[in-house]
């Protein structure tokens, strides 16, 4: 009698796959280059985001050229000339560095993640470096996490322009205010949705 094949499911088939659905399957492969894409993304922000700290230390020793590269990059404005490195301008440096940072998480987490859950999956299981966050990922966990994330960003934008408040209309801060919230109540109606759903599967 023959033995049953461990490394099928229980009523498996090892028969091939039919041409077009192989074919429907292995277009998931088209995604590749859209990840790859995003690494060269990243890479551009590591490099941007070496830049903008070397300026802030060159401005720190004194240099009034990486101070002017700082005070443009930040979008900062003041009716007095900007001669020294002061408070505001290094809390919105850091506060640009921290964005590039979280915008930096936010696509690992759609290269890791996505690569994971649609394209293949990387065999990571029992590596040390495993992100905690893999083990339990799905379509619906990435969904919110990138939600969350997006808030965590929108949340530093609008704390960089209640800062430097003096340089934009009141339209600008009252329309970026209702964005952000708009992008609350989104995470929470995604959250609560999945919740739902989570809810219904257990039931049946």
Do not use: C
């Amino acid at each position: 009698m023959s033995m049953p094949n461990p490394l099928l499911p229980p009523g498996g088939s090892s028969s091939p796959m039919r041409p077009l659905p192989k074919l429907i399957f292995a277009s998931r492969w088209l995604q590749l280059p859209l990840y790859l894409g995003l690494i060269i993304a990243q890479g551009v922000y590591v490099v941007h985001f070496l830049v903008e700290l070397l300026h802030l230390v060159e401005a720190a020793f004194g240099s009034e050229k990486a101070l002017q590269a700082l005070v443009t990059s930040i979008g900062y404005k003041t009716s007095a000339p900007i001669t020294t490195l002061n408070e505001t301008v290094i809390m919105l440096v850091v506060l640009a560095l921290i964005d590039v940072v979280m915008i930096s998480n936010l696509l690992i987490m759609v290269i890791v993640g996505g690569y994971e859950t649609f394209v293949s999956r990387m065999d990571l299981t029992g590596h040390p470096d495993q992100p905690e966050w893999l083990s339990h990922v799905n379509a619906s966990v990435l969904k919110v996490k990138l939600a969350m994330s997006i808030i965590g960003i929108s949340s530093i934008h609008l704390l960089k322009t209640f800062i430097n408040a003096d340089n934009y209309t009141e339209k600008v801060l009252i329309a970026q205010t209702v964005i952000h919230v708009a992008f609350l109540l989104s995470a929470m109606a995604i959250a609560y949705t999945d919740r739902l759903m989570m809810g219904n599967g257990e039931k049946h």
